[in-house]
């Protein structure tokens, strides 16, 4: 068991340390802004504490896994044909989140109400290339790093079977975002996230996919809102979930048949005189 307690540490400390910084720069904005009820806040100023929460917590990584940091997050070069299908999979995830939400909704009304009053009032009511440059760009670069990178880096020195790592990759990736409709959803493409990880050996899949969802979501205000209530729409939306199964399928095929069994599973190689970070 003490094997395991060190890495859930490690990332239970990340999520922590995330929501430090993300508070103090938010502190130090409402008083550079001298406001005292944050609804007065503009979404513009929401996200660009976002942003810069983003950019601290990378550089903060970077420095932490220097020298070898494209090593140690396995920024592996993949074929285009990869990444493409790794796109398609985010892209057609983001139907998973809907109706996962919709579930949700079922259970608990008001979380999602809120939830989505809370999305309204930041990121989606700010200027569409910053939310584009939080959510889309620096959000996938900066969580894959750390819920595949760092999470797959610290786990695989356990005997762990493969397979649940992907899980709890999953699982702590949906309690990252702190509040029920996001830690569902967020779970369950973290884990397809993971999936691709796991079989390509490189964080440039998850990200690929992380940005497909994200990018999806953060060029959506750009459609009508009528056209979400269409037919059409709807039905057209919930069949692009098959091109989850098909893409991840593709992207399997692509690198070759992964095992589960943890014998093959080769970690990378460290040698002696690397730092533990």
Do not use: C
């Not at 080769?266 to 690397?274: A, F, G, H, N, V």
């Amino acid at each position: 068991m003490k094997q395991y307690s060190k890495p859930i540490g490690k990332t239970l400390g990340f999520i922590l340390l995330y929501l430090i910084v993300n508070v103090i720069i938010t502190v130090v904005l409402f008083i550079a802004l001298g406001v005292e009820d944050p609804a007065e806040v503009s979404a513009n100023n929401i996200t660009l504490t976002l942003l810069a929460t983003q950019v601290i917590i990378f550089l903060g990584i970077l420095i932490i896994y220097q020298p070898g940091f494209v090593r140690h997050m396995r920024f592996k070069k993949v074929k285009p044909y990869v990444l493409f299908w790794a796109l398609i999979v985010g892209f057609a995830g983001i139907n998973i989140s809907v109706l996962l939400i919709h579930f949700v909704e079922f259970l608990f009304p008001e979380a999602v109400q809120s939830y989505i009053e809370a999305i309204e009032a930041s990121i989606g009511g700010a200027d569409l290339w910053l939310s584009f440059l939080a959510v889309a760009l620096m959000a996938p670069l900066v969580e894959e790093i750390a819920f595949r990178g760092m999470f797959f880096r610290w786990f695989e020195k356990t005997n762990m079977r493969p397979w649940v790592i992907i899980l709890l990759s999953g699982l702590f990736f949906g309690l990252f975002h702190l509040n029920i409709v996001q830690g569902v959803f967020a779970s369950a493409i973290g884990i397809i996230y993971a999936l691709g990880f796991y079989w390509t050996k490189s964080i440039w899949v998850p990200i690929a996919m992380h940005f497909g969802n994200n990018a999806f979501a953060s060029l959506s205000v750009l459609i009508p809102e009528a056209v979400f209530e269409e037919t059409w729409f709807i039905v057209l939306s919930y069949g692009l979930i098959l091109l989850v199964p098909i893409g991840l399928w593709q992207i399997k095929k692509t690198v070759g048949q992964v095992d589960d069994d943890r014998d093959e599973y080769q970690p990378i190689k460290y040698t002696l005189d690397e730092e533990e970070a």
